[in-house]
């Protein structure tokens, strides 16, 4: 894992919740990769949790986003400072037809976290 990248947390588009995979939203800021899904491990309030960051495009969204699904968190924390670090990354971006292969493709992910 590289070094901790410090964001506050930003409302989004609320997909992640209407498919039961939330997420923290980020500015995407000066974040420096290749689009894709990338194990992460996230620091929030003193606890350590696993997670999958998402980094691309997204469908009817100007440029790209930078998210990430925390496994076993569900609290929102708007405004909120988090850190997180990058690990490996388990995929490139690559769109969807419909939510539910997008949801199937999220499961998959969060397994190889």
Known sequence: MCMWIRRKVQSGAQTGQ?????TLNFHVG?????SGVYACEVLIINKLYKGALYFGPRLNHRGNVLE??????KQK????????????????AKRFDNLDELKKQIRFDVSCV
Request: aromatic letters at 16%; zero cysteines; a positive charge.
């Open 77 to 92: 924390i708007y405004g909120q400072l988090v850190r997180f670090r990058v690990g490996k990354k388990i995929r490139s």
């Open 30 to 34: 000066n974040f420096n990769r290749p």
């Open 68 to 73: 990430v699904h925390v496994i076993g968190f």
């Open 18 to 22: 209407k498919i039961g995979y939330p």
